[in-house]
């Protein structure tokens, strides 16, 4: 099974696709850096339902891929990289590929 990764920057770190097709054993929820991504969550001043309401999910849904128990999908992390200003590829990929974004071809 693989899962498609979008993360979107530009020249100034903003809006060009790198798109790579990683097999799920490569990539899987409990890479998510969840103390990080609290971190720019609280920086940015949302709480999880506040971020929830902004993506239009539940916001139990959304505890549940913060804490690692569910997977983002693509068009969600995009969307949380929109919404607390999270443009640098690398810190993108320090917080949704944790350990591995060599491998996967994003930095």
Known sequence: MAYNMQIKTNKD?????????????T???????TNQLKGRMAAAGY????????????????N??????????TKEIVRICE?????????????FCQDRPQKMGLI
């Open 13 to 25: 770190g903003m809006a060009e696709h790198i798109q790579r097709v990683v097999d799920m054993d």
């Open 27 to 33: 990539y899987s929820s409990a890479m998510i850096n």
């Open 47 to 62: 709480t999880q339902r506040k971020l929830a309401n902004a993506m239009g999910i539940n916001k139990n849904t959304l």
């Open 64 to 73: 549940a891929k913060v804490n690692g128990t569910r997977s983002f999908d």
């Open 83 to 95: 919404l607390l200003h999270i443009q640098a590829a690398e810190e993108k990929c320090s917080i």
